[in-house]
């Protein structure tokens, strides 16, 4: 068979939503080897080839990573030709109560000591918030100069250069980005001692009423991070990265060696399969302050840049794609409204759907000139589909919504 179900796996993290409140758990119901603890949190829904947490056919249980090795047709010559005889991306749902990880994933050379790159893409499911890459660095200046805690933390030495490099009549980005490179560094490498007493600090002052109007936007989120991550320096960021908030059906793409951490919403994820993560605040785990801060690129600009546009896929009427410039990957909405249909024409390689929304079908024809069916009668079904195969989605009374991650070189 060129398209089969699957049966998928959850990973649950301290930062996940608890129980059926989480999407993740909502989705994970339909393998048949998940069983719902509501105290449990329910963060990251695995759809792909990764050993952490293989998903496997859902009819024979057997994993889709050995499943593709007695099968390599299923990739299509072209992707086996530049990723390997194993699917080239990891696709996720991911259900966030609180905030995770002041992070980034190394580029290429770096991930040669560390595993693999893990370029990625996120997709907002439900209003999701997150932070995103460095803030025009004229905002940070005037945070430097009207908090007194960043400062206190950066040094002043190194925040007088900083404004100075961006007040310049005609700054250098060589300038300007390695001043950024040193206000950063020197924050996310302060004493945990001065950390937590320029925190309590900062958000004594918020609790009474002296925050300056330049602090307006990212006080609230301050105070709520300072309840989640008590005395950690990754609540500064709120000086530093851009907040960016996606509403459903709107996407961001993080290239490696780019700053990120979620803040709250459900998402889907795509990324290169990888474990790829360096991590330096928002975090009960491992941090790694000298790695992520000399990896870094330090590009910065507004919010609305990371922002990805959908695209119109060639010719369907209702699926949007998402593409980022790497060959691993891109992602395929598809929302249709009641009674609907659409076509998917053959593409060169492998692909993982899930239904997050309403009921359908999903109807193809095998090489042999059979046509099949596949029920996606709930949200959280999870099917492979192979390489030159067409699909067609026809939703149900409810209409459908169907993520779709795909390969094509």
Known sequence: MSVFQLS???????????????????FAQCSPEFTV????????????THPSLA??????????????ASHPELLGDKVRAEFGDDLPFLFKVLAIRKALSIQAHPDKALAQKLHKER?????AITDFCGFCGFLPVEKIAEYLSFVPELTELVSKPIAEAFRMAVTEPQPTYETIEACLRDVFTRLMSAEDADVQREVQ????????????????GVKELAVELSKQYPGDVGIFCVFLLNVVKLHAGQAVFLKANEPHAYIYGD???CMATSDNVVRAGLTPKLRDVPTL?????????????????????????ATTIYDPPIEEFSVLMTCLKAGENEIHEPIDGPSILIITEGTGRLVWTEKD???QEGALDKPGIVYFAGAGVGLEFAAGENGMTVYRAVTEV
Request: charged share 25%.
């Open 8 to 26: 998928v796996g959850a990973q649950c993290y301290d930062w996940g939503k608890l129980g059926l409140d989480s999407k993740v758990a909502q």
């Open 37 to 48: 603890n509501e105290a449990k949190p329910y963060a990251e829904l695995w759809m792909g």
């Open 55 to 68: 998903s496997k056919v859902f009819k024979t249980g057997e994993t889709l990573k050995a499943h593709l």
């Open 119 to 123: 370029p990625d893409i996120y997709k």
């Open 201 to 216: 600090n900062l958000i004594a002052r918020y609790e009474n009423g002296q925050s300056k109007p330049a602090e307006e």
């Open 267 to 269: 998402i889907m994820e």
């Open 293 to 317: 801060t000399s990896m870094l690129t330090y590009k910065w600009g507004p919010a609305d840049s990371q922002i990805m546009p959908p695209v119109k896929y060639r010719t369907t009427k």
């Open 369 to 371: 000139g059979s046509q």
